[in-house]
């Protein structure tokens, strides 16, 4: 449906042109209960969305909006196993790979929980013969460095949770090879040991251009230092695949290849056999928390009503910005560094999901969906990309996310942590006035005639836009929780702008058109086809080579 034509939609296009300047100063000083309302808790997140430029009405009509959207019908026809994903005539259950109930998750009538659980004990007890030394390489070692080859949500995923969870590892080293530039698996191979190297190998069909030619780069790295001996490849290689032939072609035992299904979407696939590094480093038990955080997260959107529902909150509040106040990106600020790669992996979560401009009904869109996710970690930021938050000409919301415990850390560290984290969400509101410089010059001593050209450089708007998420601690549980709550925030907006948030086609062309243009490169067809600037490109880029 087009959201642009219920009520709801009208209703905020007029608040926002009423309240949707207002300063949340003035909200904050003509309500004294203004923080303890705009305040929820769950899973062990705790949302503060306080510093929103909200008030009671502008938010009881972005839920009517969902509701309009008719979010709920849509949100049980996903968790139901229905082909939520039309273009493609699939289902959408990343969820069941986390389930912990007893009751059956049926696609086309048929219980998938048997296999998930099935392919989950495979990987469990591979993991545990890899971390307990009992897998052996090519000369009787045991595998002290783990490599995983993937791209996209096969690298992005579980690499950001096993940097997220680095402290909780207890297992081999992981590292992750996904850029076909050779830079990438060169210097990681550069400091490992061949007999002691395991690489898993992720590509749903195993035909990923970037994937298999790092994947042949590593198995002749292996074969160089075996004197190509091809039996060693099946004691250093797996693969998380559903294509059994090509996996034993490349010399994988096909008893070693981990298999999920076409309704796991890739950016959705850290739960599934993808997540083995992530089982490889912290260990199952530690996984099994990661998949019960998702799943309470679940529970909770599912049954949380949308005023007290942090993933509906999020997405109402972003759908707020992005259709009537104008903002056109969005920033993710972590302020634990263990979750300095969360930023890339909502990125890709968020942009592949949403960035789209056709209706699941197949018209044109004429409102703004996705906007642009980006972000480093804050405390980082504060000294770098803060300055254009803080008093650029564009309206940036900011999702302020802090752990409040986090294994290893010191004190006067979290201290200072913590208190950068709050400060920065508090100046973005607050701002500063031209009478709280000239005060503040004054009193520093400035010369008064000086005074009046220092203080517009020095005025700071403020009315800037945040949320912050504060989680009890950064353990598997927790993170299960945040990144499931970003999930179904991206399902919420999905189902507002009317998108099919779980395709990906704007990906393909790019693909298509790079195997035409390596044919050329190879001298293997011509580039009349080509426009003539990718003709010049390539014959520029041709000579370098």
Same mark, same amino acid.
């Given at each position: ?85 039309? @273009? =493609? ?14 009751? #059956? ?28 030394? =009992? ?60 007999? @002691? ?10 035909? @990923? ?67 083995? #590094? ?17 799943? =309470? ?249």
């Amino acid at each position: 449906m087009n959201p642009t034509l219920t009520t709801p939609w009208q209703n905020l296009s007029s608040l926002a042109t009423e309240t949707g300047n207002t300063h949340m100063r003035q909200l904050f000083e003509v309500d004294a209960q203004r923080a303890e309302r705009y305040r929820t808790k769950a899973c062990g997140i705790l949302l503060d969305y306080s510093k929103n430029r909200i008030n009671d009405k502008v938010l009881e009509q972005l839920l009517a909006l969902a509701d309009a959207c008719q979010l709920g019908a849509q949100r049980d026809a996903m968790f139901n196993g229905e082909s939520f994903n039309n @273009t =493609e005539n699939r289902a959408v259950l990343h969820t069941a790979l986390r389930y912990q109930g007893s009751q #059956p998750v049926r696609v086309g009538g048929q219980d998938v929980m048997p296999d998930v659980r099935e392919v989950r004990e495979r990987c469990y007890a591979f993991a545990r013969r890899v971390r307990s030394g =009992e897998w052996k390489g090519f000369d009787g070692q045991s595998m002290t460095d783990v490599v995983n080859i993937g791209i996209g949500g096969s690298d992005l995923g579980p690499l950001m949770v096993c940097e997220a969870l680095a402290p909780q590892a207890s297992g081999p080293r992981v590292h992750f090879v996904s850029n076909v530039d050779s830079a990438h698996i060169v210097a990681t191979l550069k400091e490992l040991n061949p007999a @002691t190297t395991l690489f898993v190998i992720a590509s749903k069909t195993f035909t @990923t251009i970037e994937t298999l030619t790092n994947a042949r780069s590593a198995r002749q790295w292996l074969l160089d230092a075996v004197g190509g001996d091809e039996t060693a490849v099946a004691k250093h290689f797996v693969a998380v695949s559903t294509n059994r032939e090509k996996v034993t072609a490349f010399g994988i035992d096909a008893n070693n290849m981990f298999g999920f299904w076409d309704w796991v979407g890739g950016r959705y696939s850290l739960w599934s056999a993808i997540g083995l #590094p992530i089982m490889l480093a912290i260990g199952p038990e530690n996984f099994d928390q990661l998949l019960v955080g998702a799943y =309470e997260m679940d529970e909770h959107f599912r049954s949380a009503p949308l005023g007290e529902n942090l993933p509906v909150l999020l997405a109402v509040l972003g759908i707020w910005y992005v259709n009537f106040l104008g903002a056109r990106s969005q920033v993710i600020a972590p302020y634990n560094q263990t979750l300095h790669r969360l930023p890339a992996f909502l990125q890709q979560l968020d942009m592949e999901s949403n960035g789209k401009g056709v209706r699941r009904d197949g018209g044109r869109i004429a409102y703004a969906t996705g906007p642009v996710i980006w972000g480093e970690p804050g405390i980082n930021g504060q000294h770098a990309y803060f300055q254009l938050l803080h008093q650029g000409t564009s309206l940036i919301p900011v999702d302020f996310i802090l752990a409040l415990k986090q294994e290893g850390t010191l004190p006067n560290h979290q201290r200072t942590l913590i208190a950068s984290c709050l400060a920065q969400s508090a100046a973005l509101m607050r701002g500063k006035d031209a009478d709280e410089v000239r005060a503040e010059l004054t009193a520093r001593g400035m010369d008064a005639n000086e005074i009046p050209a220092a203080i517009p450089h020095r005025v700071f708007s403020g009315n800037r836009p945040s949320n912050t998420m504060l989680l009890d601690d950064l353990s598997p549980r927790s993170l299960g929780s945040l990144i499931a709550l970003y999930e179904h925030k991206v399902f919420v907006q999905g189902v507002i702008w009317g998108v099919n948030s779980f395709d990906q086609w704007g990906v393909e062309l790019g693909k298509q058109l790079a195997t035409g243009i390596e044919k050329v490169l190879a001298g293997e067809a011509s580039a009349e086809t080509y426009d003539a600037s990718t003709q010049g490109l390539i014959a520029l880029a041709g000579l370098q080579r």
